[in-house]
Each structure stands twice: as C-alpha cells, then as structure tokens.
C-alpha cells in the first residue's frame, strides 16, 4: 500500500466574516478531528490552529497568519493536512481515504477493473469511485464483500460496476 506522509483532513471552500477565518470542508471525523493538532499544513505551509468554530455541518477555521478576508479567501481551495505521524495508529480495518486513492479494483479472480479515483461519503458509509478502462466510472459501496481491501488492492464484485 503506497503511504502518503499527509492526511488531508479539509479544504478550505473559503473565507468566512472579516477577521480571517475561514469555511471548511472536512473530511473525516468532523471539528474534533482538527482540534487535536496544534499545526497544520494549509496550502503546504504549516500554521498554527487558532480556534476551530461554526457548526458541525458548516465548520469554520481560524489560522495563525490569516488575519484578513482577502487572507482568508486566497486560501480557498487549498488543503488542511496532517503529518501523517501526529495521528494515531489505526486499528485492524480501519484506513485513511488517502491510502485508498490509486489502489488498482479486481475482480475475485485477479482480473483488472479499473483504479480508485475517489471515495465519497454521503452519511450510509464509504463509497468508492471506480474509474473503468475508457473512463467509465462507477460508485461501489465500500463493504465487505462488496469491495474488500487486501494486497494493497480493491477486490470487488464486478455486479457492482455494471
């Protein structure tokens, strides 16, 4: 399995007020997932976490450097991501969406699908995006033996990608 040394953890979708916070999207747990870090990296440059507000469904950032609107709004599509190592270990069948991105999908019987281009999550659990040979692409629920991970690879049911 290829190990990135980041975990994005949210995008920045833009500036929030006039003081510099910004609006997030999240990726993962939710606020408390960015409260745990002192330091991120915004953009690829590590900052401070200031203060973390809004609501759990439109979640706000504060960070140390951004002090502005148009500071706040330059940052507008780039990462808030973590060293990999400042997170803690995962347990048995847990993974990180970023692990999953490139991962080849195969049939049960070894046979290419198609790759990994994304995973979704619209509240019923994890959906990956297959990407098929010509561009194709199809959403499969990430479950067990719907699509299951080992080998560093995606092993599904081919019903799943019709």
């Known amino acids: ?94 993974y990180y969406h970023a692990d999953l991105l490139g991962l080849p999908c195969v049939d049960p019987s070894g046979e290419a699908l198609g790759t990994v281009v994304a995973v979704e999550n619209f509240g019923a659990g994890d959906l990956l995006e297959i990407e098929r040979e010509g561009g194709k692409r199809a959403l499969i629920p990430f479950r067990p033996g719907i699509a299951d991970l080992a080998d560093g690879r995606i092993t599904c049911d081919p019903a799943f990608l019709a």
Do not use: C, W, Y
């Open 1 to 94: 399995m290829h190990m990135t040394d980041r975990i994005t953890l949210a995008a920045i979708a833009g500036a929030h007020g006039v003081r510099g916070e910004v609006r997030l999207k999240l990726f993962g747990d939710g606020p408390e997932s960015l409260r745990a870090h002192d330091k991120l990296h915004v953009g690829g440059q590590l900052r401070r976490l200031l203060n973390v507000g809004g609501t759990a469904k439109s979640p706000t950032a504060r960070f140390e450097g951004v002090s502005d609107r148009n500071a706040a709004e330059a940052l507008r599509g780039t990462l808030v991501e973590v060293d990999r190592d400042a997170l803690p270990p995962l347990e048995d069948g847990e």
